[in-house]
């Protein structure tokens, strides 16, 4: 007569067990819950912080003078520019790698397809193949190359990134200013060759089409070797062998 009265208290006991076992799995999941919102938040407020830092870096670096980045020419340790003759223009090597007798060329065969406009900073990750940056070169871009020291150097990179952001403007509307802002900064690594000269870490490089140096219907190279970068040394020497001094100014 009492298995009844036993069953049911077992019955009460899971039971119990039961609901003990819910509560337990409902705090677990309000925990979770709560952690994943918390999460959630802080996600959404780095985002929003760093659209915020963004826009403020943009709008000052806007506002910045391109020879106001970074250090001074002289303070940079920038050499005198050299030049010499070019070869190579029209000279087209599709998929084939080029040996370069400089470091970084500043003219030579290349590629049939330049890099596009709309980039003006790559890291190593990313950046086209030097054949294809020669071809730029030959349509009046000045490329600012920098080593693996810069890249290592977080604050020398931020002055890379500020001066490539003056030149910025997108899709441009109009053939002068997208002329204007022929400008491309691309890493120089240990697998492209040669070193820059001692103490250098960053290079200029012009193809220009005249000159005392220049070849005949090849024109020149131009190459100015700095120890850091410099919107001051930029500035100058887009100055000294503007954007219409190249063999094919015009178009990408």
Not at 1 to 17: C, L, N
Not at 63 to 84: F, Y
Not at 145 to 150: A, G, I
Request: charged residues 25%; negative net charge; hydrophobic residues 40%.
């Amino acid at each position: 007569m009492a298995k009844p009265g036993k069953d049911r208290d077992r019955a009460e006991r899971v039971e119990a067990m039961r609901r003990a076992t819910a509560r337990a799995e409902r705090r677990r999941t309000l925990i979770v819950v709560g952690i994943c919102g918390v999460v959630a938040l802080a996600i959404v407020a780095a985002t929003g912080w760093k659209l915020y830092s963004d826009s403020q870096r943009a709008d000052e670096v806007a506002s910045t003078d391109l020879a106001a980045i970074g250090a001074s020419a002289d303070s940079a340790s920038c050499l005198e520019a050299v030049t010499e003759p070019a070869a190579g223009s029209a000279q087209h090597v599709d998929r084939e790698q080029v040996d370069y007798p400089d470091a970084p060329p500043a003219f030579g065969a290349h590629w049939s397809n330049p890099a596009a406009f709309q980039r003006k900073l790559y890291t190593a990750d990313d950046r086209p193949e030097v054949e294809e940056l020669v071809h730029n070169l030959e349509h009046g871009y000045t490329i600012l190359w920098y080593d693996e020291t810069v890249a290592d150097d977080a604050e020398q990179m931020r002055v890379v990134e500020d001066v490539a952001a003056k030149f910025d403007v997108g899709t441009p509307d109009d053939l002068d200013t997208y002329n204007a802002n022929k400008f491309i900064a691309a890493p120089w690594t240990a697998d492209d060759g040669e070193s820059f000269p001692d103490g250098a870490h960053v290079a200029m490089t012009r193809w220009a089409a005249e000159g005392d140096d220049a070849a005949e219907g090849q024109g020149l190279g131009a190459w100015q070797y700095c120890e850091e970068p410099s919107g001051e040394a930029v500035e100058q020497f887009m100055a000294d062998y503007p954007q219409a001094n190249a063999l094919e100014p015009d178009g990408q």
